[in-house]
């Protein structure tokens, strides 16, 4: 039934409220699967690869949009629809916004163009809800300290990210949650949210 994204900078906690939640839906024996992009098909994984190879560090940025795409198009039709159709709840670990914020605004491409081929990729299933993890810069860099990541883009990078992610705030189904707080307080707020939303 309904499709439930979470969404912001590296290191704002989505993984972490993620395992949350899925530790209380099963305890609800409420049917749910988890998601993470890119990947989630065996296609969407080996997509994965080649966008985290660093070696990979001349990619276009064109190229790597439309591979995160290919990845999202790939999840969409193989598991996101077919579990949706059936009732059950699908939860994501970055979706559309995600290119909207770090390839849109982050590399650049405009948003147009973005959501665009977004809703091209995901003929146009949209989420229900979306939890916006937000963060500043100060709980960013504790947040990434000691994170061997090769990925890892600097502040100036998440600037432009977060800029995409504001541009999205107006949107009925993004819910802004304050992502400095405590895991234990968002997870609540998250909660509150979704029985507001949904017979938990
Ligand atoms: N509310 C919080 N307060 C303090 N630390 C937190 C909080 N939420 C997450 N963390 C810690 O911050 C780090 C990053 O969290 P997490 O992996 O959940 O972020 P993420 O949004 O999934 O990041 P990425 O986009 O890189 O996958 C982890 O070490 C986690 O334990
Ligand atoms: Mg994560």
Known sequence: MPLITFEGIDGCGKTTQIEKLSDYLKNKKVNFSVFREPGGTKIGEKIREILLDSSNNNMDEKTEFLLY????????????KPRLEVGEYVI??????SSVAYQGFGRGLGKRIV????EFATDMIYPDLTFYL???KETFEKRMRNKDRLEAEGWEFMKKVMEGY???KGTKRFILIDGREQKDKIFQ?????LEKHFAL
Request: charged fraction near 35%.
């Open 189 to 193: 707020r998250i909660i509150e949210e």
């Open 166 to 168: 504001n541009s999205l």
């Open 92 to 97: 994501l670990d970055r979706y559309i916004d």
């Open 134 to 136: 937000e963060i500043d």
């Open 69 to 80: 795409a290919a990845s999202r198009s790939q999840l969409v039709k193989e598991q996101v």
């Open 115 to 118: 959501t665009l081929i977004n």
